[in-house]
């Protein structure tokens, strides 16, 4: 069986309509969340950026659901402030916290004028950010000098447990070499050939912990408007990898999305006004071997999402807790 999580998009709902979204996600039945960590937005056009730290204190006190946020320590956030908003979380609500960590993307990380390194440099520096969050985590006092520099940290509030500590991945080279320190891993929907190889290159190199998937998706009654949503507000997001790690403003994706068709969203998005449809596409997901899927609906109002899948999609899944 599977978690069905509902995915809160900072980038595109002010945080209070994401916090009833997420409150009305629980009562649907989703039995998980997660949220997204931007300073910016994908395009103009999402128009929200709000500060995942302060709205998941918020989100864990109204729900009873698992949280996990993604996130890129190194360079706009300092791991050790990222080991204490964990650890505070973690400690507030045991059981019920989790981070992904990854690399980042330059849109975000631009604002502390530090240049934005080679993917090479961004892994080792992730990497020497996760040892320093961990050892905070344990109770450690912690100095470390290389990409990242730490001078004498010490978490005073600690968690019982600390909290898994995830890799987000794109590529099976990364899901290869995250799994030597992740507890687990999540990615983004993709061809089902390239899903069971991220499994299976994550585990036969030692992974461990839960494997989750992000799938974007866009539902509306009519087909028409399920398309129309997903070209408005995510066709953005249609650039592999390094431009949609490079580009460095909302005004620069909106100029270079700007000859996107709308047909090319879906190779990016799970586009249908067919509950069944969404189900089956679920289904087949849950069936390469996640722990936990969550569901993101790219139009900025969410009521309509969550209520249809609360009631003709999740009974046609194996939903289970996470």
Known sequence: MTAYGFHASHEQVP??????????????GFTAAM???????????????????SWLGAALQATGL?????????????????AQAIGTLASMYPGRFWAALGTGEASNEH??????????????????????????????????????????????TLPTEPPPLLAAAVSTSTAKWCAGWADGLITVA????????????????????????????????????ALRIAHDQWRTNV???????DVDS???????????????????????????????????????GFDAIFLHHVGREQSEFIDVFGEKVLPQLEVSAL
């Not at 999402?46 to 730290?53: C, L, P, R, Y």
């Not at 698992?66 to 890129?72: I, K």
């Not at 899903?195 to 866009?218: A, D, F, P, W």
Request: charged content about 25%; aromatic content about 8%.
């Open 239 to 245: 650039f592999a990898p390094p431009l949609c790690w």
């Open 15 to 28: 945080p209070a309509d994401l916090l009833q979204a997420v409150v009305r996600a629980e009562q649907a």
């Open 35 to 53: 949220c997204s960590d931007h300073f910016s937005p994908w395009s103009v056009r999402q128009g929200e950026s709000g500060f995942a730290w």
């Open 190 to 225: 993709a061809e089902e050939d390239h899903l069971r190889r991220m499994i299976s290159t994550y585990k036969e190199n030692g992974g461990r912990g839960k494997v989750c998937l992000q799938v974007h998706l866009s539902y509306a009654a009519d087909e028409d408007r």
């Open 66 to 82: 698992p949280f996990g946020v993604v996130n890129a320590p190194g360079q706009r956030y300092h791991p050790a402030i990222i």
């Open 250 to 288: 909302a005004d620069a994706f909106d100029q270079a999305a700007e000859h996107v068709p709308p047909e090319a969203m879906r190779q990016a998005v799970r586009v249908s006004s067919e509950p069944a449809q969404h189900a089956e596409w679920l289904n087949a997901y849950a069936g390469l």
């Open 111 to 156: 604002i502390t004028g530090d240049p934005w390194p080679r993917k090479e440099l961004r892994n080792q520096r992730l990497e020497e950010s996760v040892q320093v969050i961990r050892k905070l985590l344990q109770g450690d006092e912690v100095s470390h000098e290389g990409l990242v520099t730490v001078d004498r940290a010490r978490l005073w």
